[in-house]
């Protein structure tokens, strides 16, 4: 009978192991040397004291929180069993242990779930309870900041800037914001709207457009993104979204990281694919108002589509802007609804865009 | 003692890392974060636990309660860090911004030696075996001399000072860490380091890269093959057998595991690396690690360790 309690006692002064004899009684471990003397005057481990690991069918049972002393026991040992059911009894269960019982899927699922509703929360709910906080003064020195910080980054066109200006001015582009215009001499054909009232136009753009109309279109479409708060929002989530990870994921590896920024990027192509749409239809009401020609929007449309033909193939799928084709199919149904609209053509509007056309020429 | 070669094993599972890499990732969500001392302490329990030298595992005996009143020390610093950016930025003096950014970025680097001195501090003291602490012995002042002479050579040298910089860090730090009375020594020498990158650069830029994996290799064979572990009576001597090969494998399959699983087989990664360096580093000598002697204190403050986390700095060993 001696010989089952037997394990292999290390005190915790020396690494030399010794045998040594234990009792369980009472939930408490007491230790007994070989020739029956108490270990330590036969203090008293309580078992809800002890920690314990497993490594190669032995079971290290650690009976302080310091983790020494500690015994090992082997499986071959008949008490081994009986130990480690007291052990797992006593355990105290908390969320950790708990969790960590279930099954690896189930465990995927919970997280990826989790994932989902603060991403909404972060995402759909934070920004639009949030916007409603901000004033139009406090979004438009918001705006005026990264502008700021973007054109001390890129080089204007001046001459252009007056003339894109002066255009926009001729037009009712939005009721609470003052929509400022500025041409940046890039090739990359693109555009786009900073909170409170900056549009940025990319002298690229300017140059694949023929017809006022389409500049009309362009405007109409980046003043929705500005009047409908589109990058005021964005930018709320961006932060919530980077808080988030910060706070939830920091040091935890590479995992949360990698899902965050996969959802992201999954995020972003329909997220924007709504409001690119949203910022066509609404833009192409608001030449309407003007009394532009709506159609320019669908000029505007297919120039972009013409272009990006003919640069690198587009992998659309992946491409954050919505398919250019999807936006010229919705652009035609709303021109049909709107046949009867009343449009006149605007010499003001094309004098001065024989004169943006000239700056942009000459600036090339 | 005669001379003999020592067991230094990795049991551990991808499947059971994996586990407790979503349970705490669950947990920190739930709490915003708040959970995360207590997710490195039950990370580090089980890396340790299932790493064994001699048939004997090692233990981590920090708990997430102690690693928690350091991160709160460590979040009020950059928090406070944070606030002085915001209020810079509001308002709203570019040069004022600047300045302040300058500032933060020369109190990161006057801290970074404190943060080594003091998170050695207390990994060593909670890492075990066979019930006796490692401890680490450096002196805080010589620590901070140290790295801001060679920080200084560095910079006048464009960089290439680093090298020496690099090998009288890991030789003063690894020279303080003791296993109970048996005291560890590394001999890294600025000049080999120095060639060793540079041939291991020449040659992934000639080769097109396929050098880097035979690079890590002898980064590796250095930092193991330069150190060694002796007490009063005897020496151990550790001796790297990893071939450049071998790391092609072992980082090839891990770049294709985190792609091929968006990452989540992150766990895979980590266990698979352990078992791989643990495997490839033989230890031979005649010290009896059944003579080791309880002689390192207790050290329970782990501010300097959650501020590296947080900082994201890795740990120099």
Known sequence: MIDQYTVLFYDGNRSLP?????????????LFDEDGTNIDNGVAYPLNNCSYSYLENRLFVYLEKSAHPYFVIDQTNPFYEELSNQLTNQKKVGWYEKLLQQKWLSLCIILILLISIFYFILTEILPITTVRFISSNQESTIGEKIYQSIITESKIDSAATIQAQHFADQLKLSNKYKISVTVLKEDEINAYALPGGHILINSGILKIMDHPEELVALLGHESTHINRRHSLKGLISNMGLSLFQAIAFSGMGGVGDLILKNASTLRQLSYSRSLEREADLEGMN???????????????LSHLQKSIKTSIPNFSFISTHPLTQERIDDANKLLLKHINATTQKQPELDIIWGLLKKESKEAH | MEKRFFELRFHGKGIEYFKIIIVNLILC?????????WAKAKTLNYLYSQTSFENQPFVFTGTGNEMFRGFIKAFIFIALLYAAVFTAVFLGNGGLVQITILVIYLIFIAIIPLILHGSYRYRMAKTQWSGIRFGYTGNRSELVKLFYRDLFFTIITFGIYGAWFSMNLRNYILGHVQMGNAKFKYKGNGGDFFVLNLKGYLLSLVTLGIYIFWWQKDLFDYYINNLSLSDNEGNMYCKSSATGGEFAGLLIVNFLIIIFTLGLGYAWVVTRTLEFVMNHILLKGDIDFEKLIQTQPDYSDATATDMADIFDFGFVV
């Open chain 1, 286 to 300: 608001l030449m309407l108002e003007n009394k532009v020609d709506p159609a320019g929007m669908k000029m505007l």
């Open chain 2, 29 to 37: 969500i739930i709490t915003l974060g708040f959970y995360y001392p």
């Open chain 1, 18 to 30: 010794r045998k040594a004899r234990i009792e369980l009684s009472d939930q408490n471990i007491y």
